[in-house]
Structure formats: structure tokens, C-alpha cells
């Protein structure tokens, strides 16, 4: 009964944390975004938000934070998908993310074995 509930929990202040980084307000979404990044247990889950958020028609802010956290990810869970890495290469030469991409591969390098 208990996982239940916490299943439930998990899910709301998912839910709740995702509005914030969808909505109008940068300063909310950029918190609600490395919070989530910082405490969500399940790496894959992470990972798939992230990788929308790349693409999503969300403030600049929140896209560079999403390439940041991807970096944090790596650091706090030890592993990556191959398929982030490979979307992190795809945006080498994106104008607005371009900065921040090696600083996210060279986090996935450190913290990463067989990356």
C-alpha cells in the first residue's frame, strides 16, 4: 500500500514540477528544472524529459539548463543513454546550446565509464 501512495506523491510533484518548466515564468521553470534534475531517481525518465525540452518551444534559459542538467544526470547516476549523447553531438553547432554542449559531454566523460 505504501508504494502505492508513494508512487502517487511521485507523480503529482512530477506533474507539478513539469507545469512550472512548461510555463510563462523562466525563474520558476529553471528551479522547477534542476530540482527535478537533481532528485528525480529514475535516470531514463530524466533523460526523456530533457531530451524534449531540447526541442521544445520553451525559453532559451530553460533549453541551455536542460543541456546542463543533462551533465548533472550523468554526475548524480554514473550513466547516460547512448541516445543522449548522440542528440548532445547533434546540437554542437545549435547558436544557442553550442556552449554549453561540451561542458555536458565533458561531465559524461568524467563521470561516465564507457561513454
Not at 15 to 32: N, W
Not at 64 to 91: D, F, M, P, W, Y
Not at 92 to 104: G, H, I, K, Q, T
Request: glycine content about 2%; some cysteine; aromatic content about 4%.
Amino acid at each position: 500500500m505504501t508504494d502505492s501512495l508513494d508512487r502517487g506523491e511521485d507523480e503529482r510533484w512530477r506533474s507539478s514540477l513539469l507545469q512550472l518548466i512548461y510555463g510563462d515564468d523562466v525563474r520558476e521553470a529553471t528551479d522547477a528544472l534542476l530540482a527535478l534534475s537533481l532528485d528525480e531517481p529514475d535516470r531514463e525518465w530524466i533523460e526523456d524529459v530533457l531530451l524534449r525540452l531540447l526541442d521544445a518551444p520553451v525559453d532559451r534559459q530553460v533549453r541551455e539548463l536542460a543541456v546542463t542538467c543533462i551533465g548533472h544526470v550523468a554526475r548524480l547516476h554514473r550513466a547516460i543513454s547512448q541516445k543522449v549523447i548522440a542528440r548532445l553531438h547533434e546540437l554542437a553547432d545549435d547558436p544557442e546550446l553550442r556552449l554549453r554542449v561540451p561542458n555536458a559531454l565533458s561531465d559524461i566523460r568524467v563521470f561516465v565509464k564507457n561513454s
